[in-house]
C-alpha cells in the first residue's frame, strides 16, 4: 500500500533527479510541509498524501481508505496548496498514489489547480 511516507519518499526521489535540492521533509507523524525544496532561487512546497493509514494502533490501520476519507485527504491538500499560493511564499504542488480513487477525484479539477500554479504529480 502507498502510505503517506512512501509517497514523501516518491516525491523527494523524483524532485531530486530532476535537480532540486530537498530542504525538509516532514513524515505522517510530524507537523509541517511534507516536502520543501528549492532550485534556481524557486520554493516548492509540496503535500503529500497516501492510499491508507500506516499508524499503528489506529481502527484503520493497514486498511486503504474509502472514498470519504479520500476526499478529505484530497480537500485536504488542496487548500494547504492555495494557501501557499495565496501567501506567494513559494510554488505549491500536491502529490498523491495513482490510484483510481484519487484520478476519479482529481481529474475534474485539474484544469484549475494548474490555472492556480498547484502543480500535481
Do not use: C
Amino acid at each position: 500500500m502507498l502510505t503517506e511516507d512512501v509517497v514523501v519518499y516518491r516525491v523527494r526521489d523524483h524532485l531530486l533527479a530532476d535537480g532540486w535540492e530537498i530542504v525538509s521533509l516532514a513524515m505522517p507523524d510530524q507537523q509541517g510541509t511534507d516536502v520543501v525544496a528549492t532550485r534556481d532561487g524557486l520554493r516548492l512546497e509540496v503535500e503529500a498524501k497516501g492510499a491508507g493509514s500506516s499508524k499503528p494502533g489506529t481502527a484503520r490501520y493497514g486498511k486503504e481508505f474509502n472514498q470519504a476519507q479520500v476526499t478529505e485527504k484530497v480537500g485536504a491538500a488542496v487548500l494547504k496548496a492555495l494557501a501557499v499560493v495565496s501567501a506567494g511564499r513559494a510554488q505549491a504542488a500536491i502529490a498523491f498514489p495513482d490510484l483510481p480513487l484519487y484520478r476519479r477525484l482529481t481529474r475534474p479539477v485539474q484544469r484549475a489547480l494548474r490555472q492556480l500554479a498547484i502543480l500535481g504529480r
